[in-house]
């Protein structure tokens, strides 16, 4: 059954360092997510992308952060300056088709640590 | 506004007791979807059930049913027979038309069931 993937599953990086985290949708999905979930806490939403653009983001999705498709597989979470507070993991997740009852396939996730 | 109550926070019971999470959500669209997710202790998340605002039939699979009820904005999920298994933060989420289908999720119940 087809999968999402993230990569790495666990990123250790210190304060003010950019990372890069790393999603593989599935091959036929055309809507992809990133969502975070602080240790404890609920799953919120961060950013939708669709047509090699931004369709919805949060609060939390501020100028440090930015997303891309870099190519036709890889979707892309960057955060510029890592701060204390963006420890979290990170959750990926794709669709199909963009409406609401779709399903979002959620990757294992990748848990950032800043230290 | 869309929000998600999962008030129980934590519930503990024995091997083979039924258990019934609660979700309560708000939404002022009259189309709307409701999830059901599971987070085990690995950390991924398991897509469960989804549930449109139209169809308010109850469903089962297998040790699993769901309880949706408009008048009281509810959507509950109950586990008979519980097993050691299905120890897991479970979470209730919300998708309408507040902006295409982002998931709003609930805070989540921590389920621990001990044989």
């Known amino acids: 059954e087809p999968e999402v993937t993230q990569t790495p599953s666990h990123q250790v990086t210190q304060m003010g360092q950019e990372v890069i985290l790393r999603c593989v949708p599935i091959s036929n999905h055309l809507y992809f997510y990133w969502y975070r979930q602080i240790l404890g806490q609920k799953v919120e939403f961060l950013v939708s992308?669709?047509?090699?653009?931004?369709?919805?983001k949060s609060e939390i999705f501020d100028d440090q952060f930015s997303v891309e498709r870099p190519d036709g597989s890889n979707f892309t979470l960057k955060i510029r300056s890592t701060k204390l507070e963006d420890s979290a993991m990170y959750f990926c997740?794709?669709?199909?088709?963009?409406?609401?009852?779709?399903?979002?396939?959620f990757g294992p996730g990748t848990r950032l640590t800043v230290t | 506004a869309q929000k998600v109550t999962q008030a129980q926070t934590e519930i503990s019971v024995v091997e083979k007791e039924d258990v019934t999470l609660d979700c309560v959500y708000e939404?002022?669209?009259?189309?709307?979807?409701l999830f059901w997710y599971k987070q085990p202790p690995s950390g991924e998340l398991v897509f469960l059930i989804r549930r449109n605002s139209f169809d308010e039939q109850n469903e089962i699979s297998g040790r699993y049913s769901w309880n949706f009820q408009k008048s009281t904005s509810s959507f509950n999920f109950t586990i008979t027979a519980s097993q050691v298994v299905d120890s897991a933060v479970y979470f209730c989420a919300l998708s309408d038309n507040g902006g295409y289908n982002k998931l709003i999720f609930g805070a989540g119940t921590r389920l621990a069931v001990h044989p």
């Open positions: 997740a794709s669709s199909e088709q963009g409406g609401r009852s779709d399903e979002q396939y």
């Open positions: 992308f669709y047509n090699n653009e931004i369709s919805e």
């Open positions: 939404t002022r669209d009259t189309t709307y979807y």
